[in-house]
């Protein structure tokens, strides 16, 4: 079992709808970090989480540390959010963090 | 800022030679992080650094050297590449683990 999932793997939605993307971990960990890729671009930083729910945009995340769980919100969809959606924790072992852990990616397609 | 910059973009190597690949960043971050990414896995950490002169091993270091001579630089050394190597490369900066990550726009290498 991989130590962080993601879900779904791929998702299509129409443009204009509200999107959820979830990540589920079984590790413990010091912060959660929300990232995106565009295809054959590199990788941007959308959230850091360690407690709560953050907001940026059209774009919400929150993290519940007791459940393991946390779900990237995106609303008003729009073609420009196809990217692949990954979820990294920062896994803290030994009493240090010192290194993240990936999902695999949720490939997220808007369509017009 | 540049942020963090990678070079080569794009390389071909034949089995057995080696090869460096640059990483740079200017935000004067401590942690870098050297990462591998193959269709259907998550990102992979290879090799780390928390600090100038100190680097450690992370899930895949086989077949790969490091060194953080400065904060600014942390270089990956193929020492004799393989078929098995063929993938995206992505190095990564920050404070620590419990901030936001910078990465690179990454380095596709294919080995034949």
């Known amino acids: 079992k991989n130590e962080v999932e993601q879900s779904p793997q791929n998702l299509t939605a129409q443009e204009g709808e509200f999107i959820t993307i979830n990540c589920s971990y079984s590790?413990?960990?010091?912060?959660l970090h929300w990232l995106q890729q565009h295809p054959g671009g590199g990788i941007v930083s959308l959230f850091m989480?360690?407690?709560g729910k953050k907001k940026h945009g059209r774009l919400i995340a929150t993290i519940n540390i007791q459940e393991k769980h946390s779900s990237l919100h995106i609303t008003a969809s729009h073609p420009r959010d196809s990217a692949v959606y990954i979820c990294?924790?920062?896994?803290?072992?030994?009493?240090?963090?010192?290194?993240?852990?990936f999902g695999t990616g949720t490939l997220l397609a808007v369509q017009p | 800022n540049a942020g963090v910059t990678q070079t080569p973009k794009f390389q071909v190597l034949k089995t057995g030679q080696s090869m460096t690949l640059q990483c740079a960043q200017d935000?004067?971050?401590?942690?870098m992080s050297w990462y591998r990414q193959d269709p259907g896995m998550g990102l992979r950490l290879i090799h780390y650094?928390?600090?100038?002169?100190?680097?450690d091993q992370g899930e895949v270091p086989n077949g790969y050297n490091v060194s953080r001579s400065t904060t600014e630089d942390f270089p990956l050394r193929l020492l004799s590449a393989a078929p098995s190597q063929t993938s995206v490369y992505f190095c990564?900066?920050?404070?620590?683990?419990?901030?936001?990550?910078?990465f690179g726009p990454g380095t596709r290498l294919t080995v034949t």
């Open positions: 990294a924790v920062s896994y803290v072992y030994g009493g240090a963090t010192n290194k993240l852990i």
């Open positions: 650094s928390v600090g100038a002169g100190i680097t």
């Open positions: 989480l360690s407690s």
């Open positions: 590790v413990g960990i010091s912060a």
């Open positions: 935000m004067n971050h401590e942690y």
């Open positions: 990564a900066s920050s404070y620590s683990l419990i901030y936001e990550q910078y």
